[in-house]
């Protein structure tokens, strides 16, 4: 199983932007999908964005559509989720994953997960 950590979570303000980072160490599949979720208080847990295995196919919830950005590279076992325009709805604890699916969505099988980090979105 891949050890994701996950890193650049903080206190922002509506409207700014954060840039998150997933590093993956141990038994790393090179074919393997990436994905983020999230999780607020007393929420249940929330699809985000997932990445296929080459980078070429991303999906995206329609809640942060045209807002946030996946991308990978893959010669530092490293996901991102670049979030723009970030909203108070946006605050939960982020978390990524990875998938044996080479291009995952929200249904797929994610079997890795990091520990996730906070986002807080102020108004």
């Known amino acids: 199983q891949v050890q994701l950590v996950e890193s650049g979570g903080g206190l922002v303000q509506a409207g700014d932007s954060l840039r998150l980072s997933c590093a993956a160490s141990g038994r790393t599949f090179s074919r393997y999908g990436r994905g983020w979720f999230r999780q607020a208080p007393g929420k249940e847990r929330e699809f985000v964005a997932a990445i296929s295995w080459d980078g070429s196919t991303p999906y995206y919830a329609d809640s942060v559509k045209g807002r946030f950005t996946i991308s990978r590279d893959n010669a530092k076992n490293t996901v991102y989720l670049q979030m723009n325009s970030l909203k108070p709805e946006d605050t939960a604890v982020y978390c990524c994953?990875?998938?044996?699916?080479?291009?995952?969505?929200?249904?797929?099988?994610?079997?890795?997960w990091g520990q996730g980090t906070q986002v807080t979105v102020s108004s």
């Open positions: 994953a990875a998938s044996p699916s080479i291009a995952p969505g929200p249904r797929s099988l994610w079997d890795s």
